[in-house]
């Protein structure tokens, strides 16, 4: 029976060693032929050796490197790479969210948290409204009466997901985390997160049956959230000259990387119960420490983690992508497509463009907001497990997912690219336009 | 259900948080007040928040942080943790052994390979006897017959294990790796782990009902595992500038860590899948690629990566250790210990004498070679859950385990920090008694 654990983990570790090949190699050819971000090289890469293309397929008599294990599949509601991975996966998202937070500047967050707020209510409105006027007016799959509307609601819900991870990565790459534009962008997707579970918990509530869904009951679970999060950033800034200094003082080798990932992966883990992402959590506790002589001293080694776990994230969201199931659903696909791109652009621009950021701000912000990434992906599992909706719309789901997460981090290097400030006037003194150029 | 997954990931990320802690908080109370390894701390630190003691109980209505999950450890051959955070367990031991290859010295390596496979038949030969002959002599809980043979036959197994990660890792913090008596014990390790397979796979045999051990299956066995090991360090050694250099083309960032973890992941699971250990895989492939250029580039970021990860391979085998299973056998337990650290000591250090190493040299080379740690935990484990042995005898084995696992590195830095060159006569031109007072 022993043998059952130790097969399972050298398949891990198996899988691992062809994850991480794929990863570079992908990022390779993005780099040094395609010229676009590394980051789109891992996501293919993933969709190709994942479990729904090659890895899914059994060479030679061999088994399939990732079984797509429908049973599991289930059980998991949609991810359909193992728990071992899965977990791996998401303790590097942990420390890629931690790794931005800690290259942020907290004053530039602070400052622009305002903005990021509105920002935040256009990108989850506008997408949310997008989604389901289009579902019900197109009525795919001959829907009708309640499950449209179920199904309509759920494509809302879908539609407003952001994914802050491709952006983290993207905007650290190019060194543009700090700038006005990229703390505008973390902060809104902090707002997004606590939205997103708003209109998640909505929208399970009415579309399960018996279940009620009341006003108070909302606002208690964002309350919480919002509550907690306010809370793990305000005492973070208050205690975090005190914890720097704490975790400077050990003598034991390797200390300083092991108890700040203690600290990121218990702030994930608490955020979590909270109800908010983990990501969340690791971005804050990041962002409470950014600053400290411990984030400096973390700088390095923090980047070795980094560099070993972040690819094998990306590449897991591609094996979450089944191209298949894309099949018979490419002209309401397309039009969710482009509503999605359309109404995260606007939703965001022009309460960026209200708040004082340029035509050129507002694009970025814009743009950094659309990847759906793996939440699009797992909101839609959480209706396709549930059944209200069918594998049509989850298809649908995926295409757009696909696109708005390969489309984002090309046009965001061309936009951050270019130069030019972001913000209206000319460069203030407090320096917040002047960021940009740097 | 998706509820599932997520909430399995955030309890592992937290367990993870408490785990870097108690790790680093056991590794400063050893370095900084009782002057032992630190790793002695995190293996201590293990067992306290272990399911067998404060992680198995609930407080205030919680959940206990590590449940001991009954049906899983049966299913898992007694490995008490869940197969997330083993296979995390895993992974850090294989990037531990990996580094340990890197910072070896390759010809020191070969050079000692001779008297490392003397040090290795008897570390196994002379265990084994006594471990038998012990059992035979005392027959612990009244067995007889069959049952005493197996019995007798298993605790010879478990005795007979040998546990390199705790030893490479002190070598390492100490610098010792690369002197004769650290090339010796390693490559010793890896000899060790060929014949350890080969008695479990005699001993399994034997005490299984209905199944033939046969001599030339045994051969079998053997050469597959012996031909792949020489196979993987000869065409590694062959292959490894070219490894370097291509691995060094690549422009995307990261790509040196992750794709040199890849091929130690790889070459892991090799390993296991010939019927080796798989940090033996890992420590070849580092072996082979030390002294190329990629190997002093890996130096830093594998250092960072060693550091996040290491702690949680020595926390959890801290946390295998069930205390309370050694209450009845206290007396026998003793006997086994005393008897297995004698044997080792004897049966490593005299092939150590008769092949050039003097008394200094064959007392560092048995005291290395020591500790049992995880292999033998394994074993018993396997012997537990075929029924082999009782719990009575389970407790035996740790008993000694957790005694040899935590003698060792205090008796190791004392052995190693006196100076003193360990082989016979004048420093030799060629640097083999030089290298040990570095």
Redesign the interface.
């Known amino acids: 029976?022993?043998?059952?654990?130790?097969e399972?983990?050298?398949?891990?570790?198996?899988q691992?060693?062809?994850?991480?090949?794929a990863?570079?190699l992908g990022?390779?050819v993005?780099?040094?032929y395609l010229k676009v971000p590394?980051v789109l090289?891992e996501l293919v890469a993933g969709i190709i050796i994942g479990p729904f293309a090659l890895g899914g397929l059994s060479f030679l008599g061999l088994e399939s490197l990732f079984e797509k294990a429908s049973k599991a599949v289930?059980?998991?509601?949609?991810?359909p790479v193992s728990?071992?991975l899965?977990?791996?996966s998401?303790?590097a998202a942990?420390v890629l969210l931690f790794a931005a937070g800690l290259e942020t500047n907290l004053k530039q967050f602070l400052r622009y948290a305002g903005p990021a707020s509105l920002v935040a209510v256009g990108g989850v409105a506008l997408p949310f409204a997008f989604g389901m006027g289009a579902t019900l007016l197109f009525k795919p799959g001959g829907l009708s009466g309640d499950a449209l509307l179920y199904s309509a609601l759920f494509m809302g819900a879908v539609m407003s997901a952001t994914s802050v991870g491709i952006t983290a990565r993207v905007l650290s790459?190019k060194h543009k985390l700090d700038t006005p534009e990229g703390v505008t962008i973390l902060a809104a997707a902090v707002i997004d997160d606590v939205l997103g579970i708003l209109v998640l918990t909505v929208v399970v509530g009415m579309a399960t049956p018996g279940e009620q869904v009341s006003a108070s009951g909302v606002a208690l679970i964002g309350g919480k959230a919002l509550g907690f999060w306010l809370a793990l950033v305000g005492g973070g800034i208050l205690v975090s000259r005190y914890i720097s200094r704490v975790v400077g003082s050990?003598?034991?080798?390797?200390?300083?990387?092991?108890?700040a990932?203690?600290?990121a992966?218990?702030c994930?883990?608490l955020a979590?119960?909270f109800g908010l992402a983990?990501i969340i959590g690791a971005y804050s506790i990041g962002l409470a420490l950014s600053g400290t002589p411990l984030a400096r001293q973390l700088e390095?080694?923090?980047?070795?983690?980094?560099?070993?776990l972040?690819?094998i994230f990306f590449v897991v969201m591609g094996m979450m992508v089944d191209v298949t199931a894309m099949g018979g659903v490419v002209f309401f696909g397309t039009v969710i497509t482009a509503l999605a791109v359309v109404s995260k652009v606007v939703g965001c621009g022009i309460p960026a463009l209200a708040t004082g950021f340029n035509r050129i701000g507002a694009w970025r912000i814009g743009i950094g907001m659309l990847p759906r990434g793996e939440v699009a992906l797992?909101v839609a599992?959480?209706g396709l497990?549930r059944g209200v909706i069918e594998t049509d719309l989850f298809g649908v789901s995926i295409m757009m997912t696909i696109a708005t997460t390969l489309i984002a981090p090309i046009i965001m290097v061309s936009a951050f690219g270019k130069g030019g400030a972001g913000r209206r006037g000319h460069p203030s003194p407090e320096g917040g336009a002047v960021d940009v150029a740097r």
């Open positions: 029976m022993e043998q059952d654990f130790t399972l983990v050298t398949r891990l570790v198996f691992l060693a062809i994850i991480l090949v990863a570079k990022g390779e993005c780099e040094r590394p090289g289930e059980a998991s509601g949609g991810i728990l071992e899965f977990s791996l998401q303790i942990v790459e050990f003598r034991v080798s390797g200390a300083r990387v092991a108890l990932l203690a600290i992966f218990l994930a883990a979590e119960s983990m390095e080694p923090i980047t070795a983690v980094y560099h070993a972040v690819p797992i599992g959480i497990s």
